[in-house]
């Protein structure tokens, strides 16, 4: 028997097939933000969205060494000690899974199964890796970066160190740190535990975690999680295009009570201050609407101060809760002209649906 037989190749849920047990295994290890938790600008560690491909590595902080080389002058080993000496910023960043609103799609990619709750946002600390390239020294045949992270598995038969590229233009432009601080505290050992790449801006597969070595390359990264794994594709036979940055996206705290089975709201009669956060990791966020007729008709929401560009923005507006069923609904407009869909289109990986949140909401 050999390994593929785990996995052979991804698969589509076959009409009204319900969540599987593979897929529940996924969700009970890798869990989303509680919408409630968007309350908070900065989420609270533990409530921040987890991913792990693999298992979480055993790592020790007071050993570990992230190893640049490749296309460099200067290949380079940093212990913990000597990365604090190369620069410390910290940036506020909204990370999202690519896989957020997979469970929503027809027919559902089996996978992670994400509902909308794939994302949160924290202040990382660390090094520019920009500084750590311009230290080594770029060659002129640099071509790719690719990130190693300690974690190691299998997918679809392929055995791997989880690994990302970025162009070495990607590398050096999209303010990526190499972090060992989220929210001021130690990384915690699900985040990276002691040393993570945070891309702001890209969806999260690009933030590597556990990140053991950056190695420049002088051609594309060919890479599963790259080549492979996260692409838009229709069929399972094409190159697809790869995913990248994050789309905008609009949330709101689900408000009043919940029905613990359903999820579904209750809401007492009068004034209610909806409120939400949006993001885009493609431009700032210009514009947030909503809608308490299920879409039909839209209305402004009031947008927060911006922290930065690539965190999340809040936003609120006052309905008036008239008592009946109601079907609230928010979308996201940013800077650079993309608006959220009310209907995101299919891809077979089931990569950034940001279709629009729908939320039941009974009014007495
Ligand atoms: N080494 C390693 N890095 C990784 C992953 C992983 O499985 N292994 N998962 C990626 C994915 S798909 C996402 S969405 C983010 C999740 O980051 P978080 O768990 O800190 O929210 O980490 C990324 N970095
Ligand atoms: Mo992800």
């Known amino acids: 028997m050999s390994i593929e037989h785990f996995s052979a190749k991804g698969r589509l849920a076959d009409t009204g097939e319900g969540i599987t047990g593979d897929e529940l295994q996924l969700a009970a290890r890798n869990h989303g933000i509680p919408l409630e938790a968007l309350r908070y600008e900065l989420t609270p560690p533990g409530l921040h969205y987890v991913l792990v491909h693999y298992d979480i590595p055993a790592t020790n902080a007071s050993t570990w060494q992230l190893t640049v080389d490749g296309c460099v002058e200067q290949p380079l080993s940093f212990g913990l000690t000597a990365l604090r000496a190369m620069g410390r910023e910290t940036v506020r960043v909204t990370l999202e899974c690519a896989g957020n609103g997979r469970a929503g799609l027809h027919p559902r990619p089996i996978s992670q199964p994400w509902l909308m709750e794939a994302v949160g946002t924290a202040e990382w600390t660390g090094t520019p890796l920009a500084n750590l390239l311009r230290a080594a020294g770029l060659r002129e045949d640099a071509v790719d970066v690719v990130f190693t992270g300690a974690d190691h598995g299998f997918e ?15 590398a050096l432009d999209a303010g990526a740190l190499i972090a060992w601080e989220m929210n001021g505290m130690p990384l915690p050992p699900q985040h990276g535990y002691p040393l993570r790449l945070v891309v702001p801006g890209w969806y999260g597969m690009a933030s590597v975690k556990w990140l053991r070595s950056i190695e420049v390359i002088d051609h594309e990264f060919a890479g599963y999680q790259n080549a ?12 697809g295009v790869a995913v990248t940055r994050i789309e905008p996206r609009a949330l709101l705290i689900p408000p009043g009570h919940p029905d613990f089975m359903s999820r579904h709201r209750i809401v007492a ?27 039909v008709s839209w209305q402004d929401a009031k947008l927060d101060a911006a922290s930065n560009d690539l965190a999340w923005r809040g936003f609120e507006y006052d309905w008036d809760a008239r008592p009946g069923e109601h079907v609230l609904t928010v979308r996201a407009y940013d800077e650079s002209g993309r608006v959220q869909p009310i209907e995101a289109p299919w891809n077979r990986g089931g990569f950034a649906n940001n279709s629009a949140q729908r939320i039941t909401v009974l009014v007495r």
Request: hydrophobic share 35%; proline share 2%; no cysteine.
């Open 228 to 239: 492979v794994a996260y692409r838009f594709r229709q069929e399972s036979n094409e190159d």
């Open 156 to 170: 679809r038969g392929v055995e791997q160190d989880y690994q990302r590229g970025l162009t070495v233009a990607e």
């Open 269 to 295: 009669a009068g004034t209610v201050t909806l409120q939400g956060r949006a993001w885009s990791g493609w431009a700032p966020i210009e514009r947030v609407e909503v809608s308490v007729d299920a879409g």
